[in-house]
């Protein structure tokens, strides 16, 4: 299986981060490796996924549009599929080529949170979108504090194979 992340820096100006290039191809595969074992993906050839860094503006009207929510978000995800988590029994074959979605991370909220947190601003990318991937497959930690759980284990895990994976790749 091959899984492609689409990158768009949209509407500013020149991405300051060197690393994002090194982030992408972590997170590539690292969730390849977690897509091979769920069976909604078996025979699945190619999966994509389109991440777009975007400024306060552009998020907060996405979030009001969509979610009906007036302010700004550090992360957004639109999945084109209802439920692809592995513990939900597959409806049916899979096609050869499967997109995913699309993830909108606020760049300033990622650096504002990047320092609050103190790690650095491609860790937090990392975090959000790992944590919007999940979104875009069916987990949500707004549904009960056991899915809030659920979802933060996986992504706690997720997140440390792509940091080991930006570590070795230094």
């Known amino acids: 299986m091959k899984f492609s992340i689409f990158y768009q820096n949209s509407g500013l100006k020149k991405d300051t981060s060197k690393g994002m290039e090194r982030v992408i ?55 084109v599929y209802e439920n692809l988590r592995p513990d939900k029994k597959p409806r049916g074959n899979c096609l050869p080529q499967m997109d995913l979605g699309d993830l909108f991370i606020c760049k300033e909220k990622a650096f504002s949170q990047a ?3 103190e790690i650095t601003y491609e860790q937090e990318i990392v975090h959000l979108a790992v944590h919007g991937f999940l979104h875009l497959i069916g987990f949500d930690h707004e549904i009960s504090a056991k899915e809030e759980k659920l979802m933060e284990a996986h992504e706690s895990e997720i997140v440390g194979l792509v940091y080991k994976k930006l570590k070795a790749k230094k």
Request: glycine share 4%; charged share 30%.
């Open 25 to 79: 191809s972590a997170l590539e595969a690292v969730i390849c490796k977690n897509l091979v074992k769920n069976p909604h993906f078996a025979g699945v050839k190619d999966v994509t996924l389109t991440l777009v860094l975007c400024g306060k503006a552009k998020i907060r009207k996405l979030n009001r549009d969509y979610r009906q929510k007036d302010y700004v978000t550090d992360v957004l995800s639109f999945p």
């Open 115 to 117: 320092k609050e947190f």
